[in-house]
């Protein structure tokens, strides 16, 4: 049989080992909520952007910068309370830029930006574009 000095240090090295395991569990487990809350935020961001872009692709179309508080749902957890925030900008040469952001509303360091240009801009369906200086031949004519 040990003795109680013995019984002690056996005690002392399995609290170590259990203290160690669970503190590498835990950190695990918060490195893998923090991948899908930057998932969720990314996959908001891209369908944001084909939103952006669609109404953007058109000439006329424009957007006013707008940020809105929103949550998005998490796989395992409680949703994700995010801010998600949308701006377009026209250059002098015509190409539009847009840029999405979305930012975790209890901690700001978890975020995700894109951002996106339209080189030109088509025009509305049903329009007709004529180049300039052609005019149509007059009706009648030999």
Not at 44 to 65: F, H, I, N, T, W
Request: hydrophobic share 45%; no cysteine; proline share 7%.
């Amino acid at each position: 049989m040990g003795t109680l000095f013995e019984t002690t240090i056996a005690i002392g090295i399995l609290a170590t080992v259990a203290g160690t395991t669970l503190g590498v569990s835990a950190m695990a487990a918060h490195t893998a909520a923090d991948a899908a809350a930057r998932s969720v935020m990314q996959d908001a961001a891209e369908r944001e952007m084909r939103v952006a872009l669609d109404v953007l692709k058109y000439q006329g179309g424009s957007l006013a910068p707008v940020t809105i508080a929103t949550s998005l749902p998490l796989a395992s957890a409680s949703p994700l309370p995010v801010r998600v925030s949308v701006s377009s900008l026209v250059t002098a040469g015509g190409a539009t830029s847009v840029t999405i952001g979305v930012v975790a509303t209890n901690d700001s360091t978890q975020s995700v930006t894109l951002s996106a240009a339209l080189d030109r801009r088509a025009p509305l369906p049903g329009s007709t574009w004529r180049a300039p200086g052609l005019a149509p031949a007059p009706t009648g004519a030999p």
